[in-house]
């Protein structure tokens, strides 16, 4: 029977176990030697009086017992976390460990200042970065992996219990050849000419309406790229090989190597706005509300804009 003196190292080991789905692994995480996660382990089916593992298989399977108790860890765990938290909080320094979720170009051009930064004013939290592009952040944000996220709003993320601080605006741009038609027109390019040629977006579509693909829309144009990637220095690299044009946010642009390349700003382009989200159906330790606060007060990058003051809070 568990009884309330059962050791939290138990549990620990338990959940390095279900996590890895070995015991070596387990033992590795969370540096302790094999012997001694077994120990736990075993000490813990004593008490609970049922297997919490099929060792016959490999790698070891979590029975239906285990499955059950681990749910249970993990909120023991988490509550323990929530407290310690709350005791940093009354000791005048937040501490503990905060995901955040971005997709390239801030990740580049804003994150590591805003790092940077905290490292000195709060050197008790550890920030993890989880870089990736728009529908993995909004899967891993979705999914309780994430607990900040620098994202752009278009598009819109899918949860409904999301909310936001607009931090800036930045402008959609073309990348052509140096030695190509459009460098004979003056800027800003209109969609009219870019269209004419092929093109080469970031971010998949995936049913998903980037900011590119509604500018061109508006402007009565249909964008089919003929190449989509996540990474912008890839955008960059087909275009100096002359396989399209490229259409992209400003600040991917700037993180580039654009040697060989034009960087030109699109006619009457409403841009792109980027923002820091957080889920309101999930309160904010006082570390992640730490970074939050830093992400709303750090620089902008440069060569973008700051929202207008009616922007600067939105409800996503």
């Known amino acids: 029977m568990l009884k309330t003196d059962v050791r939290l190292e138990w549990f620990v080991s338990f959940l390095a176990v279900v996590d890895t789905g070995s015991f070596a692994a387990a033992a590795e995480a969370t540096h302790r030697s094999q012997p001694r996660v ?8 004593r008490e609970a009086g049922v297997a919490l593992f099929d060792r016959r298989k490999r ?53 590591p200042r805003v790092l940077a930064r905290l490292a000195v004013t709060n050197p008790d939290i550890e920030v993890v970065l989880s870089d990736h592009s728009i529908p993995v952040l909004d899967e891993a944000f979705t999914a309780g992996k994430i607990d900040v996220c620098l994202r752009p709003l278009t598009p819109p993320p899918a949860s409904k219990s999301l909310r936001c601080q607009v931090l800036w605006h930045e402008a959609l741009v073309v990348v052509h050849p140096l030695e190509h038609p459009l460098a004979g027109l003056p800027e800003p390019l209109p969609a009219t000419a870019v269209v004419q040629y092929p093109v080469i977006t970031i971010g998949r579509a995936e049913g998903l309406a980037f900011e590119w693909y509604a500018f061109f829309r508006e402007h009565g144009q249909d964008l089919q790229p003929v190449h989509t990637t996540n990474q912008p220095q890839t955008v960059v690299g087909l275009v100096r090989e002359k396989l399209g044009v490229g259409v992209m946010n400003a600040l991917a642009a700037q993180v580039s190597d654009t040697t060989g390349v034009a960087v030109r700003r699109l006619e009457g382009s409403g841009g792109r706005r980027v923002a820091a989200f957080w889920d309101a159906s999930r309160p904010l330790t006082p570390a992640a509300r730490t970074l939050f606060r830093h992400l709303g007060t750090a620089p902008i990058p440069d060569g973008t804009e700051p929202p207008p003051a009616e922007d600067d809070s939105v409800v996503a």
């Open 38 to 45: 077994s120990m736990h382990v075993a000490a813990l089916e």
């Open 59 to 111: 790698p070891v399977a979590v029975t239906e017992a285990g499955a059950a108790l681990a749910e249970h860890t993990r909120r023991i765990l988490g509550e323990l976390h929530s407290a310690e938290e709350a005791m940093a909080a009354r000791r005048g320094t937040a501490r503990g460990v905060v995901t955040l979720g971005s997709y390239p170009s801030p990740s580049a051009a804003f994150v």
